[in-house]
């Protein structure tokens, strides 16, 4: 090998042996840097003379908003009066002597008083043959129908419960209520345990049917969210005070979609005591059949047409004559217009301006008779709704 060949390759053999070294060096490099924690990395650091930040918590009590504080204050204080409501129904097979209890389903209530009385919607209970009601605390108690309101949806049950694990919920009104203003439903959607929605008033005045399909007026717009479960369960204000029984959701798929209902508390103090007193509900009334609306219009005639009077009725004894169709096809009507000078277009609005008032109260009805304008004086009587 001449002399500048091997000088060459002494190079060669020097030039890859730095490489290879920076190589190593580079390697070692990354190990270290993986092996040590970068500052505001979230890693502790060493030195002690830096503060250690303890672990995040969940928020104490002092860092609620004020009305954070106020929601939960409610839902502690009107959660106990809230209930759970299983309807069952006995079923006996065709060929057999046996019965078995199918469950028809279930939906929320709230104690009334101390003395058991629970108060629910009709339709929660509807069809069924046994009921179990089950408190805050989870105890269970056998429950019996009290007396049941199907026009107004409503039901009361009674449970053999101690005084102790009774807390019933305060009552307010319903009347004086404004769009706008908080409201906080509490039940037990899906069977879950107690829940609370909260939300605003978005409508007032509204009408629904009942299961009987008789018109409930005055109902209350919610956007609250109400699900199945929630059905029977109370409607509060801000105070934790009764303002309506949840009742009725506007959904295709059956599932909260922003619109719910609920019955006026002012409804429910006068039913509720008749049905704990009498075991149904009681109205007053001037003893007419009247005529439906739709042949009312066909007759081109506005108010309430009287089609029968009762025979001791309130409207007989006041003098009111049921429709009469002569030989030559005219007709003899007394045709109800007004009542206490309220005016009277359809049945609706006759039942509507009764039901507000009571048992022996006397009515002013105006009277149209042919071209003759009357008003008659009439004392209502009770009758079964």
Do not use: C
Not at 243 to 252: D, E, K
């Amino acid at each position: 090998m001449s002399q500048s060949q091997s000088a060459v390759s002494i190079r060669g053999r020097a030039l890859g042996a730095l490489v290879f070294l920076f190589a190593l060096a580079t390697a070692l490099i990354w190990r270290l840097a993986e092996a040590t924690p970068a500052a505001g990395a979230g890693e502790v650091p060493t030195d002690s003379s830096v503060p250690v930040a303890a672990p995040s918590s969940a928020r104490s009590r002092d860092e609620l908003a004020p009305d954070e504080r106020s929601t939960i204050a409610l839902f502690k204080r009107a959660s106990p009066a809230v209930v759970h409501i299983t309807n069952s129904a006995l079923y006996r097979g065709r060929f057999s002597f046996s019965a078995t209890e199918v469950p028809r389903g279930t939906g929320s209530g709230f104690l009334w008083d101390d003395n058991g009385n629970v108060v629910t919607n009709f339709h929660v209970i509807n069809n069924g043959s046994k009921f179990k009601v089950t408190l805050s605390d989870r105890s269970e108690w056998d429950a019996t129908v009290v007396g049941t309101a199907p026009n107004h949806d409503l039901a009361v049950l009674h449970i053999d419960a101690p005084r102790a694990r009774l807390s019933a919920l305060a009552v307010g009104t319903s009347s004086g209520l404004e769009v706008g203003q908080s409201v906080y439903a509490i039940g037990n959607p899906f069977g879950l345990d107690q829940t609370l929605t909260t939300g605003v008033i978005s409508g007032l005045g509204r009408e629904i049917r009942s299961v009987s399909d008789h018109k409930i007026s005055d109902v209350i717009q919610t956007d609250a969210a109400i699900n199945p479960g929630n059905s029977g369960g109370p409607l509060l204000d801000s105070s934790g005070r009764l303002i309506g029984i949840n009742t009725a959701i506007v959904s295709p798929s059956g599932a909260y979609a922003g619109i719910g209902f609920a019955v006026p508390v002012d409804n429910v103090r006068r039913i509720v005591p008749q049905l704990i007193s009498r075991g149904r509900v009681t109205r007053p009334g001037i003893g007419i059949v009247p005529v439906p609306n739709a042949l009312a219009q066909q007759l081109r005639v506005k108010g309430v047409i009287v089609s029968e009077v009762s025979a001791e009725g309130a409207a007989k004894q006041a003098g009111l004559r049921p429709a009469l169709r002569y030989q030559d096809g005219s007709l003899e009507l007394d045709v109800i217009v007004s009542v206490d000078r309220q005016p009277v277009e359809k049945v609706e609005d006759l039942f509507d301006i009764l039901d507000q008032r009571k048992v022996g109260d006397t009515v002013l009805l105006g009277v149209l008779r042919g071209r003759e304008r009357l008003e008659v004086p009439v004392k209502l009587r009770e009758l079964q709704d």
